[in-house]
């Protein structure tokens, strides 16, 4: 006899054999093998099943069920407890202690509590201030009505708007989106600003974060394939995937080149400036960006998708960043590894943590640029030392593919004493960098490293070529040489003490490779490509790296978790996918940081720094430095009022 006892007596197993029609739309719904989702929508609209996911909690593995409409979560708590015994039996790594769960999509949407109703009240008053905003733009609300003369620049009449307005009509002004989107698309490029050349440096790395994260989320949105993933190791796709490995290293380069050039250039002159206002101000530009964007999580991320694995994703990162949203705020995720919020924020942490030593070094180096570069070299070497010892110790190979994950990913790749490599190289290079710029309007200068070694390759046209196609090299070989693991990921192909010096050298030597690419367009040489990397079409999408930084695993998450259907992962799979999210995550990026980014920037320079409380003198400096009209002094170079704004 077909029916057991145990399905006689409950509704939701009898209830398979009271409806022989309903069982074929139940066996074809139902996913076949693990992460096959089976088909949500054939199973929905058949009527008298419903749709059931069986998943394990904290960790990507699933099934879709079709079930009758009868059944609730205690009839399927058995396959629930099957599934943790599963999982307590054969441990999955990065995943302690999952647990079988029972979610019906349909039956089970978000609830909407206390918290999120004052969340939305919260975000609803913060929207109201750029309502206000728009009025007080193009009304006399809060100040005087203006008339602008057809000869003024876009500069001049921004300031002119900002100068009739009173305390609340510039605070309120802040939050204007169309006043902040114009700055946002607005960016005026002087022929001798070669530095724009890293605004595509910026994007490109961007994408390639985008691409090395993209295959997790996708494992995570339902790959049918998981178990063959680990294929796409051992081919050629993966060395595209592994370039967003050093993507991050660039970013750290970056940062440090631009925190050091500019500080110095900033307060070149003086022999002491004041270290905890740009403690102050690091920590305002990203503090309220990250606590903004983890009550947008909290609050409305859930509500945002619906599918078979959307909510249960969408409520473990919102339980997340409730339970650790202290963590990103107090900068030490590279050390927190259970339940992080914004996980890639333990790049920020350690950005922080390493820009510590900005002001420090750019106060010795003001003071005698002997100690400055001492001090420099000595962070380098250390940062080459610390890898080392971690790597031989721990017995570490050269990639985090072939490596254990739990292992290699704190010790190596995450925590900041292993990862410092990147980020001195950009203190060096910022220095050597200053001084070239400097040594243009001052002879004096002509003698330095920076100077010499910057108008030696000006000078000649084959070392600009040697630079571009050496430092090319360089970094080409650095994202090849993991591909000699990587053909057979079961066993190590390269010795430990090789192993360990690749380790301690690669993450310095690649930035170095860059900075040696691009020192020749950053100099003005090889047109082509400073016009290439550095064209007025990379600059307002470089302008929102940083926040397409911060809501790209949420992208990506939203992108994939939201599906009704499995999906298949291969190498042009992942590239596709990834392309389409960074998109999306660049677009969406855009009004994030209109409604995030850019208010708190200008409401934090209205706050410290006011035009009326710039000294005389300091101002009168500042307009013959740069060579401009009082009337105009909106035209001030990154050096003074971009310098906050370019930190990142």
């Known amino acids: 006899m077909l029916q057991c006892k145990l399905c006689q007596a409950n509704d939701c197993f009898s209830a398979i054999f009271s409806n022989p029609d309903a069982i074929l739309p139940m066996v074809t719904a139902t996913g076949k093998n693990i992460n096959d989702l089976g088909d949500f929508d054939a199973c929905t609209l058949h009527p008298g099943t419903d749709y059931a996911l069986l998943y394990l909690n904290g960790a990507p593995i699933f099934i879709g069920l079709c079930v009758p409409s009868s059944c609730q979560k205690e009839d399927l708590s058995v396959l629930a407890d099957a599934l943790t015994k599963m999982a307590e039996q054969n441990p999955i790594p990065g995943s302690p202690n999952p647990k079988g769960a029972i979610h019906f999509p349909n039956k089970e949407p978000a609830k909407v509590t206390t918290g999120h109703v004052f969340g939305f009240i919260g975000f609803g008053l913060f929207w109201m201030c750029f309502i206000i905003g728009l009025f007080v733009e193009y009304t006399s609300l809060f ?302 200068y002509q003698v330095t490293i920076g100077a010499k070694i910057y108008n030696t390759i000006k000078n000649s046209t084959v070392l600009c070529y040697i630079c571009i196609v050496m430092g090319g090299l360089v970094m080409l070989f650095f994202i090849l040489f993991p591909r000699i693991e990587l053909k057979d990921i079961s066993q190590r192909t390269i010795g430990q003490i090789p192993s360990d010096f690749f380790n301690a050298f690669h993450r310095s030597l690649f930035v170095t490779g860059m900075a040696t690419f691009l020192a020749p367009m950053m100099i003005g040489r090889m047109t082509l490509l400073k016009d290439l990397f550095g064209g007025k079409l990379w600059a307002p999408w470089a302008k929102v790296t940083f926040m397409s930084f911060l809501i790209h695993i949420h992208v990506l998450g939203w992108f994939f978790a939201k599906s009704k259907a499995s999906i298949y992962i291969d190498g042009p799979a992942n590239i596709f996918g990834s392309l389409a999210t960074f998109l999306v995550t660049v677009l969406v990026s855009i009004p994030f940081a209109l409604m995030f980014e850019s208010p708190i920037l200008q409401f934090e320079r209205l706050v410290l720094f006011p035009p009326k409380a710039r000294p005389a003198l300091v101002k009168k400096e500042l307009l013959e430095k740069y060579q401009i009209n009082e009337t105009d002094e909106s035209e001030l170079t990154r050096d003074d009022k971009e310098f906050p704004h370019k930190m990142h």
């Not at 180096?365 to 001090?375: A, C, E, F, T, V």
Request: charged share 10%; proline share 5%.
């Open 143 to 444: 100040g005087t009505q203006l008339n602008y003369t057809p000869d003024m620049s876009d500069a001049q009449k921004d300031k002119a708007l900002v100068n009739s307005k009173g305390l609340l009509g510039k605070i309120f002004l802040s939050f204007s989106p169309s006043r902040n989107l114009k700055k946002m698309f607005y960016s005026p490029q002087k022929d001798d600003d070669y530095l724009t050349v890293l605004n595509g440096i910026r994007v490109i790395s961007m994408y390639f974060v985008i691409l090395g994260h993209a295959a997790g989320i996708m494992v995570n949105g339902g790959a049918t394939n998981i178990v063959d993933t680990f294929s796409i190791i051992s081919t050629w796709w993966v060395i595209l995937i592994g370039t967003g490995f050093y993507s991050v290293d660039t970013f750290f380069f970056l940062s440090a080149f631009l925190a050091t050039y500019l500080m110095i250039g900033k307060f070149y002159g003086k022999r002491m400036f004041n270290i905890p206002m740009i403690y102050l101000h690091r920590l305002i530009r990203v503090w309220p960006t990250i606590l903004l964007l983890t009550l947008f999580i909290i609050t409305f991320f859930v509500f945002m998708g619906s599918g078979p694995v959307w909510l249960p994703f969408a409520e473990r990162e919102a339980a997340n960043c409730r339970e650790s949203w202290w963590v990103n705020l107090l900068f030490i995720t590279s050390w927190y590894h259970s339940a992080p919020c914004i996980s890639q924020l333990w790049y920020l942490a350690n950005e922080m943590t390493f820009f510590i030593f900005v002001p420090l070094i750019v106060l010795a180096y003001l003071n005698s640029k002997m100690i400055g570069y001492l001090i420099v070299g000595f962070a380098n070497v250390i940062s080459i030392i610390l890898p080392f010892i971690f790597s031989h110790v721990r017995g570490h190979g050269i990639s985090i593919l072939t490596t254990p994950a739990q292992e290699y990913v704190p010790e190596i790749y995450n925590y900041p004493y292993t990862r410092t490599g990147s980020y001195f190289v950009g203190v060096l290079f910022g220095i050597l960098y200053f001084e070239w710029n400097k040594s243009r309007t001052d002879p004096s």
